[in-house]
């Protein structure tokens, strides 16, 4: 079952997911912090499904720019990647349109691989 945002219903485009409360916010929008899916976490790196799956796409250029390689490279490193992220601005997107898609998506992986699902 894929992660929904209590607040603004969009469906994260990962299974991965846990919801901090309310009161815990996304570092760079403000939505309600939900990513990353982890016991203990570090305040500063907590964002929303929505800007949680940008981050999945914008992740490696600026891991290049930023000279992260692995779990083996400086977390100074990880974190400058990060931070340049979180100053960007979030895309605008039609979240109806993108659940409807994701949900599209899933009918198919289940329709594949329904030994997963059951």
Same mark, same amino acid.
């Not at 469906?11 to 009161?23: M, N, P, R, S, V």
């Not at 000279?67 to 960007?88: H, L, N, V």
């Given at each position: ?16 997911? %846990? ?24 305040? %500063? ?30 977390? %100074? ?11 960007? %601005? ?29």
């Amino acid at each position: 079952m894929r992660t929904v945002d209590p607040e603004t219903g969009y469906i994260c485009c990962t299974w991965l997911g %846990k919801d901090y409360g309310a009161d815990v916010r996304c570092r760079r929008c403000g939505g309600r912090g939900m990513w990353p899916r982890e016991d203990e976490v570090d305040p %500063k790196t907590i964002l929303c499904l929505k800007c949680a799956d940008e981050w999945f796409e914008m992740a490696g250029p600026l891991f290049d720019k930023h000279g992260w390689k692995d779990m083996r490279s400086s977390q %100074k490193k990880w974190m400058a990647a990060f931070d340049e992220f979180c100053q960007t %601005k979030p895309k605008e997107l039609d979240v109806k349109a993108h659940n409807r898609q994701i949900k599209s998506n899933d009918r198919v992986i289940h329709a594949v691989f329904p030994q997963y699902f059951s």
